[in-house]
């Protein structure tokens, strides 16, 4: 990586959460200067604790769904650049709780972004969607930035209309200031230190280090299955482009996953894990379950032809890196230092 973020005052939302504390550690290790503002992480044990994130951020615990407070701690990092990841991000709970759902998903987003409008200097801003803000048809075909957005569920729907409100306030607001923002669009990441339940890389692990057999609830559903620092990278390009760059051609959505043609069922991540952890599994469908896409697929053109963000582990590789996290976590050795080392291996230090 560049020494773009050597300095640069970076505000995480959602930085308690899985993905926010990959990027937090990264960001820390690139020299950035990091704040974070979120919920108190809501798994034990929790990715943000194993690795110590709290002694490497500016670290401050509050709801996005309380706007003086987010325009509060906006004002006060006075960022250079923000990500935006804070969300209810499950579609089973989104079942449970539609309206939390909705209110963190899309006023907690307008909150962060109308909080953002009150800097007068220059900042670059990601606001971090799903693969899920899709129309799904399931018809096999992989979904680029053109097609529309709609969603099924709460929780798909909510990313989707945080969608709109993202381009409503960057055309009502932003033009003639000195604010970029994007949207990042993507989903199914797995890795290390994921606690979150209803999520199949965590189900695998609960259960293989408890000596029983895996429970499955939908084997043949097909996703984009992605390493964590898969999106994060491109995530990191495409605010530094925003930062560097007035092209409108980057204030727009994009697209970050694995080449099409890798996205796998479920069984596949179950077989491959199972092949680095032995175990066995068993299909638990539910006749009654809610609805979940039993088909989906990115289109990633965009964001390797104007960002030059390319996959760079293949489907076993990430699942072998998955398991060998935990694993190495479990017997003992340092998550941090786990972790740095496959940053390492990344290339992304």
């Known amino acids: 990586m560049s020494d773009f973020w050597s300095g640069k005052r970076v505000l995480v939302s959602g930085h308690t959460g899985f993905k926010g504390s990959w990027l937090s550690f990264w960001l820390n290790k690139l020299g950035a200067d990091v704040a974070g503002l979120a919920l108190s992480p809501d798994t034990n044990p929790a990715l943000f604790d194993q690795m ?55 006023m907690g987003s307008c909150h962060v972004m109308q909080a953002i409008r009150q ?19 399931e018809d096999g075909r992989p979904y680029n930035e053109q097609h529309s957005l709609g969603g099924h569920d709460p929780y798909s729907a909510s990313k ?51 000596g029983k057999p895996i429970e499955v609830r939908n084997p043949d559903a097909v996703r984009p299955w992605q390493h964590v620092l ?16 007035d092209d409108p051609v980057y204030q727009s959505g994009f697209n970050f996953g694995p080449d099409p043609q890798d996205a ?22 539910p006749e009654d379950a809610v609805h979940e896409a039993g088909l989906l697929s990115l289109d990633p053109a965009k964001s390797e032809a104007l960002l030059g963000v ?5 489907f076993e590789q990430t699942i072998e ?11 003992g050795k340092s998550a941090a230092e786990v972790t740095e080392a496959q940053l390492s291996d990344f290339g992304g230090l």
């Open 230 to 245: 898969e999106p994060l990278a491109g995530y990191l390009v495409l605010a530094e482009r925003l930062w560097t760059s």
């Open 264 to 285: 796998r069922p479920v069984r596949d991540v179950v077989t491959e894990a199972l092949r680095h952890w032995p175990g066995r599994w068993n299909d638990v469908s």
């Open 321 to 331: 890196k998955t398991i060998n996290w935990y694993r190495s976590v479990g017997d």
């Open 119 to 137: 800097l007068s200097g220059r900042c670059a801003v990601v606001m971090v969607t799903t693969d899920k803000v899709y129309e799904n048809l």
């Open 310 to 314: 390319k996959p760079r582990w293949s």
């Open 52 to 106: 110590g994130i709290e002694a490497l951020v500016d670290h401050m615990i509050g709801d996005i769904r309380d706007a003086d407070l987010v325009a509060r701690r906006v004002a006060e990092v006075q960022p250079d650049l923000v990500f935006h990841l804070a969300a209810q991000p499950l579609v089973i709970e989104s079942y449970a709780t539609p309206l939390e759902t909705w209110q963190t998903n899309v």
């Open 160 to 210: 989707a209309a945080m969608e709109f409100a993202v381009s409503s306030w960057r055309r009502s607001f932003l033009g003639g200031t000195n604010i970029r923002m994007a949207s990042a669009r993507a989903g199914n990441v797995i890795g290390g230190g994921d606690w979150a339940a209803n999520r199949i890389v965590p189900d695998i692990v609960r259960a293989l280090s408890r």
